[in-house]
């Protein structure tokens, strides 16, 4: 069964690095997704791509986030200059289309020090 | 504004029994989409089952079935039978209808806790 890859699934990284999260959505799918969970709270949306550009983004997402599908099957997250409160599970997510489930990557666990 | 509440933080059931876990939600728009996910202690987040608004019967997924009350914006989830491998956090979420991509409002979850 196709499924969304994230690498890596634990990223360690002090404060005011860049982080690259990578993920690989499933092939015919054409809308991805980014969202992000801290610690013990809900699940936020952060971003989504379709038609090789941002769609559409929320408040979160500020100017150190960018996302990138440099090929034809990679799917980018990078953070500029990582913050404690970056620390969070980052998820991937895609759909076939707009209105088909989203089915989502296992999730990169960052850790800001 | 489009919002999903679970209002149940834990919830414990015996094996073997069912549970019902609770997802109230708000939108003015007649079309919506709503979701279960389940995410286990090791953090991924696996869908589980998905209602439509315009579906005319509740859905079903194996052992997962959704109780979905159109008129009291309710889409509770009903586990069957369960397992210990059910221990896990689950959200209901919602497609934002007014996002054009289709981006996923989230509840705050609930933590079931099977006990043998």
């Known amino acids: 069964e196709p499924e969304v890859t994230q690498t890596p699934s634990h990223q360690v990284t002090q404060m005011g690095q860049e982080v690259i999260l990578r993920c690989v959505p499933i092939?015919?799918?054409?809308?991805f997704y980014w969202y992000r969970q801290i610690l013990g709270q809900k699940v936020e949306f952060l971003v989504s791509?379709?038609?090789?550009?941002?769609?559409?983004k929320s408040e979160i997402f500020d100017d150190q986030f960018s996302v990138e599908r440099p090929d034809g099957s990679n799917f980018t997250l990078k953070i500029r200059s990582t913050k404690l409160e970056d620390s969070a599970m980052y998820f991937c997510?895609?759909?076939?289309?707009?209105?088909?489930?989203?089915?989502f990557g296992a999730g990169t666990r960052l850790s800001v020090l | 504004a489009q919002k999903i509440t679970q209002t149940q933080p834990g919830m414990f059931v015996q094996e073997k029994e069912a549970v019902t876990l609770d997802c109230t939600y708000d939108?003015?728009?007649?079309?919506?989409?709503l979701f279960w996910y389940k995410q286990p202690s090791s953090g991924e987040m696996i869908f589980l089952i998905y209602?439509?608004?315009?579906?005319?019967q509740n859905a079903t997924e194996g052992r997962y079935s959704l109780n979905f009350q159109k008129a009291r914006k309710s889409a509770n989830l009903v586990i069957s039978a369960s397992q210990l491998g059910d221990s896990a956090m689950y959200f209901c979420?919602?497609?934002?209808?007014?996002?054009?991509?289709?981006?996923?409002?989230f509840g705050q979850g609930t933590t079931l806790q099977v006990k043998p």
């Open positions: 997510a895609s759909s076939e289309v707009r209105e088909n489930i989203q089915y």
């Open positions: 092939s015919n799918h054409l809308y």
């Open positions: 791509f379709y038609n090789n550009e941002i769609s559409e």
């Open positions: 939108t003015s728009d007649p079309s919506y989409g």
């Open positions: 209602q439509g608004s315009y579906d005319q």
């Open positions: 979420a919602m497609r934002d209808q007014t996002s054009n991509t289709g981006k996923l409002i």
